[in-house]
């Protein structure tokens, strides 16, 4: 009798947790370091149709990098490297003016 | 994670496997008066999700909880008071997959706004099975441009 009340006792006490579960803690004394932004993003808000402007979204969303190789336009390796022929070591293989907008 | 940058110190949180298609992310502000929790399940399963805080800088706060899924574009899907006197909170929710959550625990009764409204797409543009048939009708349509040309 005693060890079955012990059981109840322990399995009241320590409810299982189920491997279908995750438990996150969080000690708000305890911290790791300051949180990096990581909020880049793939082609310019007016994209590549340029239809709409996004800017404003952009902003919005903490959007503070965008890579704009494949923009189809400026500063894609085509437009600065055109010719895959030439010289990478040679400065007038490469033509920046297209990203002087 | 414009939002996580309002609490830009982070705090520990427990290790994971970014394999198993769930991931999270917590800070606090320098005031000390927010706190964010951010937590993705990718393509993990379907899980329950429990959340233990300790040493809350305040036993009166608010929690509001948003969620990204294929129904809500960061909408705030529960918003409640909590009094607890000692300093500790643990609360639990579904952690479907394909979806994002973020909680905003704070002392006061300002929360971050929700997320934009999104365009709807026409239903007739959401029926996947009607892509091959597009591309279809693409096809014929150049075949039919290109017999005129010739």
Redesign the interface.
Known sequence: MKIALVLVFAILAFPPI?P????????????????K???GINCGPLGQAKGVDLTE?YK???IDFIRTHDFYGPTDISSIFPNWNASVGDEKSYNFSSSRL | MNYMMQTPIRLKTPSFNLSDGIAYLAGISKDRGNISILIANYEGKNKGCVIKISNLPWNKFNMAHYLIDDKHHLEIIENTSYNNSNFKFKFSFSLKKNTVHFFRITNSSIFPSEGLEVAKIPFILRLRCLDSLTRLLAILLLIIIFKKII
């Open positions: 189920y279908d579960e995750i438990v996150i803690s969080i000690d708000c004394n305890k911290t790791d370091g300051i949180i932004k990581f909020a979204q919005q969303i903490g």
